[in-house]
């Protein structure tokens, strides 16, 4: 993106703040099994989970010998895998749609079938207030380890790490994405991590399919106290920085629906704020909070699509942000 009057930044935007989705997995574990020959019985079971980039990159040339490719789709969730007969099959849900794949035999047309959701997770709403600040107390860390790019779609692999919970207690693990909602029922472990009740300890998260300026948001929740902790990170944050402190970021809700920051301004300050698109512009006076920080949103509509600019002015610091919209910030990254 191209910032005016700053200087642009395009990196990767951790914050385990409670500022306003992909469940976890022991990465290391379900990568070795699903790539060893032979031993698929292992794998027999319940599964739920979202696979690591080395095991999309084997079901994505599946599906594509079978003539079922999804293209630029990294959001493969391993539902169950079952034996039937002779043969293993894994049940999968890609980007929204569910697939059984015939995985005893090499990948070939016929070995790939369409089919019904399967032991999928249903969609979910919190009972908690989401944007919600978290219990004081607690905290949730969420640091990127990696990401690799394949498929035409960045797939990112997290640690994390939840705060001041006490082993043995059952909790929920909450991810957004978009508005929409998944969650696995996981506990605190000996060690203070996330794990499956009597199983491993979940230490990563998988993620993938992220536009610019779109929240990862997840959320770890006691739902016997009502205690949760929060961590977010925006992997291809929209942001510059002007001279004097200040900085403007662009948050995605939608495609169509962005929120705008500004922050490092003086406490209370009034700061003038311009925002254009195509012929309109529009211009009003923004009173920022005791942190030099507001925000706002703007809404678009179909077909709207190119770039907008904001800005914003104040007494010893101003900042311009350009920012794609509609249809040209609809692509996943």
């Not at 929740?221 to 001279?243: L, M, N, Q, T, V």
Request: contains cysteine; charged residues 25%.
């Amino acid at each position: 993106m191209k910032a005016l009057g700053g200087n642009n930044k395009i990196s990767p935007k951790t914050d385990e703040s409670s500022k306003p989705f992909f469940p976890a997995l022991p990465i290391l574990l379900i990568a070795v099994l699903l790539g060893l020959a032979g031993c698929k019985s292992m794998l027999v079971g319940k599964h739920n989970r979202q696979l690591p980039p080395v095991s999309v990159n084997h079901y994505s040339t599946c599906l594509k010998k079978a003539g079922m490719e999804q293209p630029g789709c990294q959001d493969y969730f391993l539902i169950e895998v079952t034996k039937e007969g002779e043969s293993v099959y894994s049940y999968l849900r890609v980007c929204g749609e569910y697939f059984k794949v015939n995985i005893s035999v090499e990948c070939a047309p016929g070995t790939v079938t369409k089919v019904d959701p399967k032991g999928a997770a249903p969609a979910a709403t919190p009972v908690f207030d989401w944007d919600a600040k978290g219990t004081e107390g607690l905290s949730m860390k969420l640091s990127e380890k990696f990401r690799n790019k394949g498929n035409g779609a960045t797939t990112i692999v997290y640690n994390m790490k939840p705060g001041g919970f006490k082993p043995g207690t059952k909790v929920e693990f909450w991810q957004k994405k978009r508005e929409k909602y998944l969650v696995d029922k996981l506990e605190i472990n000996d060690q203070g991590d996330l794990q499956l009740t009597n199983g491993p300890s979940m230490q990563g998260v998988v993620a993938s399919g992220f536009i610019p300026g779109e929240p990862f948001e997840v959320t770890v929740y006691d739902p016997a106290s009502g205690a949760k902790a929060k961590a977010r990170h925006i992997p291809f944050p929209i942001e510059a920085s002007g001279k004097g402190g200040c900085h403007i970021s662009v948050e995605v809700a939608t495609p169509y629906v962005v929120a705008i920051w500004i922050k490092g301004f003086k406490p209370k300050e009034k700061v003038q704020v311009t925002s254009r698109y195509k012929d309109e512009r529009a211009t009003l006076e923004k009173k920022v909070g005791d942190n030099g920080s507001t925000a706002w949103v703007i809404m678009f509509g179909p077909p709207d699509r190119g770039k907008a600019r904001t800005s914003a002015k104040g007494k010893d610091c101003s900042v311009e942000l350009e920012y794609p919209v509609g249809d040209d910030l609809d692509i996943v990254q």
